[in-house]
């Protein structure tokens, strides 16, 4: 069962004696009570039964509780010091082992204690065993507890006796008012909240321990639809509360839009179409859009972000569009550039690696206005950059970035907004915010999206143009590698180029670079006739340049390159993709880096170089990678072989507000929730608008904050 997903609280000042405990409750996020009350089992323990020890784990390894008095208590040294301690009852004996223990349980063991002791008891060839037993001392006749034993998440430091103490006080301490009518519940067919906390800390003799482990009892469907309806209320609050503010329309799809459309040399795709009149009307309202484009690597999301901001500049207005690496807003910059510097649009450039004099030149230009398209890294989120207008925000491949880069982009606050006159100045001009648009190619299942990110639309590129052949891809064993290189040979014979990715090493960075240019160094070998080139994060910036510029020219053959060139990169007459140690990479990665090639109209292939064995894991995923080239179709794969709370990772932190619900098996509550909650929202008479304040303060206290994303 997964563990509770809470946010830690932030580090506490040392604390005295007293308050540590607190300190550590609130490490688990347990502030107040009903955080307490809230904080369920994991799981339960039976208790209930004591068997003999002779029968204990007859069956092989179960769990068993066992009672008996200590017949020997023991430090050995061999093979590694641990505490061993004999119990005895009338048919057989144990030896319990403690690898880990404290000098005072040698005394709290002592000869002729009697102690029960649950854990997997075997029986090997020196009698029934058992390690790090759970076990308590006991009088002999000691009543049995006649209820399934809760087991919390604790942090370190906190014993469950200490947890129960405090969540029965808890308990004891709170009001139980439902938040729902007996209405709502019996429209819901929804256990009564009370019962439901009660039953799961104390399940009864006669529950179905089954449905409590797999969570499926009503008691946990009544937790999962009110941790949903929390978050459900919060999310379309959120989205209220967005529509309040202020930001500028631009409604204005003139002469540029017009030109840059007719300059293409292509015709959008309908899915393209779609999106772009999607995201035109969200630019016409003058609350700020937050939209999130998805689309799968190589669908054409460039040209639609390029024809939002053709909008935005149509309509008098700034528009920036940020890159989460100096390669890809290179490249976005040359190409929209390309396209629309023809047009008369002024185009500014601005990454960390400007010289100091370029980038004041560039700065200068974003803040008087002359600079209509802004393109870059996160140097764009600096505070020296001031924008003259500001209407419309990109952020690609936006997953790259952190909560607090977006924010701080978005936060951009416009300098002076003095046009027009009268009505403007009416409005509260602080409080205007631009457009966001963010795009990303690791697409996230729509019912995960719609979950898990904060108030968001999205809008998704389901096509990819006309023309492409699909890629083949391959999993060749690392002794195969003179194949592989035989057929990058063969390649470049054929007029095309090849990629060489290096493997991945988290650990090391310096391991990493060592490796590529060990790599590098292989290929030049082993193709004399070749031009090879090199790219990996340390280079300079002038110098990883130079390097994509030959390629890009076709004047270099093959790039060996780490994951640096994992985003973004274009490049259509490259053909050929070798990802080495293809195993030790994640299933997105996987899909980005495969989605640099199969660009053009030639037939693509992928190797994925690994060693053997495989794990299991990575052999779903090369498995996975082998089966389908459809990005969605792989992020479904990848969420069911992570989970949602590994799949969205440091992504997102609005995952930390599930803890109880499981997407994977309660979408059918997820729906249930969002459509109580539109409804209590919809219809806001005093009865249900305190349903909806008391419900958030119970479940969300003062947590509505990783909302704001
Ligand atoms: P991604 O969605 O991965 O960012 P890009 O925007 O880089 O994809 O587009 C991939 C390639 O497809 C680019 O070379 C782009 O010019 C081209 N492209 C985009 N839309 C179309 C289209 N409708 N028809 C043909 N080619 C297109
Ligand atoms: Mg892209």
Redesign the pocket.
Known sequence: MPAPKRKPAAAAPPAPVANTRASKLEKLGLRTDIDLVLHLPLRYEDETEVVAIQQAGMMGASVAQVEGVVTACDIQYRPRRQLVVTIADDSGQLVMRFLNFYGSQTKQLAVGTRVRARGEIRHGFFGAEVVHPNYKVVLEGAPLPDVLTPVYPAGEGLSQIFLRKAIADAMHNIEWRDTLSPAQLAAQQLMPFENAVRLLHNPPPEVDEHALEDRSHPAWVRMKFDELLAQQLSLKRAQVARRAKNARALPVIGKLSAAFLNTLP????KA?QRVVAEISADLHASFPMQRLLQ?????????VAALAAAQAIDSGYQAVLMAPTEILADQHFRKIAAWMEPLGVRVAWLTGSLKKKEKLAALAMIESGEAQLVIGTHALIQDSVQFAKLGLVIVDEQHRFGVGQRLALRNKTMKTVSENGGNEAAQNTAAVVPHQLM?S?TPIPRTLAMTYYADLEISV?DEL???RTPIVTRAVDQSRRDEVIARVHAAVQDGRQAYWVCPLIEESEALQLQTATETYAMLVEALPDLRIGLVHGRLKQAEKQEVMDAFSAGACHVLVATTVIEV?V?V?NASLMVIEHAERFGLSQLHQLR?RVG?GSAASVCLLLYQSPLGYIAKQRLMTMRETTDGFEIARRDLEIRGPGEFLGARQSGQAMLRFADLATDQWLVDRARDLAHTLLQDPTPANQATVSTHLARWLGGREDFLKV
């Not at 292509?266 to 795709?269: E, K």
């Not at 689309?295 to 040209?303: A, N």
Request: charged residues 15%.
């Open positions: 292509f015709t959008l795709t393209q689309g799968d690597v190589g669908s054409g999301k460039t040209v795009m190619a590129i143009p006309p023309g973004g274009d259509p989605g660009r």
